[in-house]
């Protein structure tokens, strides 16, 4: 049903995973935002590509990216990480993503998330499946013990979190027997959970371009994707947070935040 906008998402992943690639080194050069997070010219020059690509493509839709945003009246939105994991990609760790959602009237219906330094291109549509590199892929089907789950923005630095729980997040999940860890990119973690080798991750943060395209490509392999109350919600506007999951440990993370 969107296979047009989706060959068009994954086309403009790849061009951006080069531009990823071509900025990368260790004395990346960077500067520092409002908010305390790292901004580089790879963030920016993706970022603009993006807009170019969809306003040749698709005349009239809307764009939100971090970085820079057009507005119309289209109820079709495009929602764009340029370089989500900047924190690590600017210090020379090779963590960091580039994803793509469309999202028609606050649902998103296709997602793509790529890691151009794996070569990994994880993809999704509304009730057509789940991808990485043309394979189909699922979630596990791992229970909460011994369970692999990223935690971000918690608390979050120069950011106002969806709730004030802070660090403890860590050892309430741990408690549960779960192991976590902070990627400093949450997208990466998201598609881990798609393709089976996380179980889940909580984002205390509102940011859609760090969610939007998860959302689809989670839920198409088999998993769920709320917000931290267990509630759905829209992608076209901010967000009360969220946990991707496999759907097993999806319930006892949203209790967490319920007490």
Request: glycine share 8%.
């Amino acid at each position: 049903m969107y296979e047009k906008e989706l060959t068009f998402a994954k086309a403009l992943a790849k061009e951006a995973g080069e531009i990823m690639r071509q900025y990368f080194s260790f004395d990346l050069t960077r500067e520092w935002k409002s908010d305390q997070t790292p901004l580089t010219k790879a963030d920016t020059e993706i970022n603009s590509l993006v807009i170019k690509r969809i306003q040749e493509s698709f005349t009239g839709d809307s764009i939100h990216g971090e970085e820079e945003s057009v507005k119309t009246d289209s109820n079709r939105l495009w929602v764009c990480d340029p370089v989500d994991g900047t924190m690590a990609f600017s210090h020379g760790l090779q963590i960091a993503t580039f994803s793509l959602a469309l999202v028609i009237d606050g649902v998103p219906v296709v997602g793509v998330i790529y890691d151009p330094f794996m070569n990994r291109l994880f993809y999704g549509s509304r009730d057509a499946g789940a991808f990485c590199n043309g394979v189909k892929i699922h979630v596990s089907n791992q229970p909460m013990q011994n369970a692999l789950i990223d935690v971000e923005g918690f608390p979050a630095k120069g950011q106002r979190g969806v709730t004030d729980y802070d660090i403890d997040i860590c050892r309430s999940i741990e408690a549960l027997g779960s192991n976590t860890t902070h990627l400093w990119s949450a997208i990466i973690a998201y598609a881990l959970i798609a393709s089976g080798q996380y179980c889940a991750a909580v984002f205390n943060l509102t940011n859609i371009h760090d969610v939007a395209a998860a959302k689809v490509i989670i839920e198409e392999a088999g998993g769920m994707a709320t917000d931290l109350f267990g509630n759905d919600q829209r992608y076209d506007q901010p967000t009360k947070g969220f946990i991707a999951s496999n759907g097993v440990v999806h319930q006892e993370l949203v209790n967490l935040f319920k007490k």
